[in-house]
């Protein structure tokens, strides 16, 4: 019991600052290796749940997979040196920093306000015929579904600003 609680501890310091440093780094390869950091430290969350099969579809498909597909728009974008943007972006930090507080308060609120025994905590799902009866349900078939076309939406975009940019 008191290894778990420390492993989660040092798991959850470990995500936090890689999502921090993420979020501020001016490389965009280097962001992107701290979000893969963080999908690992996920991944073993999901270990320590006893979740083995969603621990290793966070590794194959997070980690793998959408981490090319980022590196991949990363490369095609050419994206240099960041400085230009910073200026552009001066005005709107003050903003940006407020709505992350207001993140975090939102957050926190819903946290506390959710019972530990709560009905919308959905009931233990520990293999693959579970994860595909749940994605595939009525319930989350839309959603799946819509982030699949978000995706191709992206990867569109991103070539067509990079043809923008090569012509």
């Known amino acids: 019991m008191i290894g778990e609680l420390v492993l989660f501890s040092v798991l959850a310091a470990i995500s936090v600052i890689c999502g921090i440093s993420m979020v501020l780094q001016d490389n965009p390869v280097r962001a992107a290796l701290n979000l893969v950091a963080v999908?690992?430290?996920?991944?073993?969350?999901?270990?320590?749940?006893?979740?083995?099969?969603?621990?290793?579809?966070?590794?194959?498909?997070?980690?793998?997979?959408?981490?090319?597909?980022?590196?991949?728009?990363?490369?095609?974008?050419?994206?240099?040196t960041p400085e230009p943007m910073k200026n552009v972006l001066k005005p709107q930090s003050s903003?940006?920093?407020?709505?992350?507080?207001?993140?975090?308060?939102?957050?926190?609120?819903?946290?506390?306000?959710?019972?530990?025994?709560?009905?919308?905590?959905?009931?233990?799902?520990?293999?693959?015929?579970?994860?595909?009866?749940?994605?595939?349900?009525?319930?989350w078939l839309f959603p799946f579904e819509a982030i699949s076309i978000l995706l191709l939406i992206a990867v569109v975009g991103a070539v067509i600003l990079a043809k923008r940019r090569l012509s």
């Open 39 to 80: 999908l690992f430290c996920v991944a073993i969350l999901f270990l320590e749940l006893h979740a083995s099969f969603i621990a290793a579809i966070q590794i194959i498909v997070y980690a793998g997979a959408i981490m090319v597909l980022f590196i991949f728009v990363i490369m095609l974008l050419n994206l240099g």
């Open 95 to 139: 903003l940006a920093t407020g709505a992350g507080i207001m993140l975090v308060i939102v957050i926190a609120m819903a946290i506390v306000a959710i019972p530990a025994s709560s009905a919308l905590l959905p009931r233990q799902v520990t293999g693959a015929f579970d994860v595909g009866l749940a994605m595939f349900s009525p319930t």
